[in-house]
Nanobody
Framework: QVQLVESGGGLVQPGGSLRLSCAAS????????VGWYRQAPGKQRELVAV???????NYTDSVKGRFTISRDNLKRTVYLEMNSLKPEDTAVYYC??????????WGQGTQVTVSS
């Protein structure tokens, strides 16, 4: 049984920071590309950052220089460090683990709200 469990969301003021975590179970974590997506109200889900099984990272332009994705294969966990948060970063953030076309798993989501 595959599970991706996110944590770390919450309410933060503009300019603040949050760290999201996603703990995986039931998969060979090191073989998966892992990433974070987000969905704001009324908008489509979008890719925020991805960390491939080969070690490369990619970010959407709007978070470059502010967000950092990392992974710990021993702990089967992926992190998203978010700094200099803006109101437009407000969304539900979802963890994703993908193994080519063979497997694609999602977490339940965690709410991030940036507001004063």
């Amino acid at each position: 049984q595959v599970q991706l469990v996110e944590s770390g969301g919450g309410l933060v003021q503009p300019g603040g920071s949050l760290r999201l975590s996603c703990a995986a179970s039931g998969i060979l974590f090191s073989l998966f590309d892992v990433g974070w997506y987000r969905q704001a109200p009324g908008k489509q889900r979008e890719l925020v950052a991805v960390f491939s099984s080969g070690g490369s990272t990619n970010y959407t332009d709007s978070v470059k220089g502010r967000f950092t994705i990392s992974r710990d294969n021993l702990k089967r966990t992926v992190y998203l460090e978010m700094n200099s948060l803006k109101p437009e970063d407000t969304a539900v953030y979802y963890c994703n683990a993908r193994f080519g076309l063979r497997a694609n798993h999602w977490g339940q989501g965690t709410q991030v709200t940036v507001s004063s």
